[in-house]
């Protein structure tokens, strides 16, 4: 019966990739430190060789998801949350404020608190500036602050103070 039922069924296309599901999983994550392969990899019901052949007939990697996500979520926290920067680094699971230090310097070529103060003198007002960088187009990527600061510097009103360099030009 089950060969005929399956030549009768048309097969079942999975219409959202391993890759995207892994996003919403990590996006799920309380805390990041619960990312790692053992625990996705549960999740999704395999095993982590499984779950690294799937992600890699997909083009990635599990370590480039984590990296990903981290970014992003590193953005909008300092962008929208008001933690310390040391709160952020134990969340995102960094040992240490200066590990997400360093590796924010690699992704944004600035330190964390240079781009809160930037938004902050731009902002003074928290609540001013939760408002105008909500008014930026969502559908930017949450992990490129050139676009989310080139489009927060467009708002109107303009911001109070004006910040050059790269990062915000109002």
Known sequence: LRPSLDYMLPPIQHTVSTTEQLREWLAALPLHGLANQTNAARAFNCGTSSLRRRLASE????????????RARALQELVFGESSI????????????????????GWFGSRPAQLRSELAAAWPALKDRHAALRAVD?????????????AAAAIHPRPQAEVHGHRLAA
Do not use: K
């Open 86 to 105: 040391e709160a952020i680094a134990t969340h995102l699971g960094y040992a240490d404020r200066t590990s997400l230090e360093r590796a924010f310097g």
């Open 59 to 70: 083009g990635t990697s599990f370590s480039a998801l984590v990296q990903m996500d981290r």
């Open 138 to 150: 969502t559908t930017l990527r949450g992990d490129d602050p050139q676009a989310w600061l080139s």
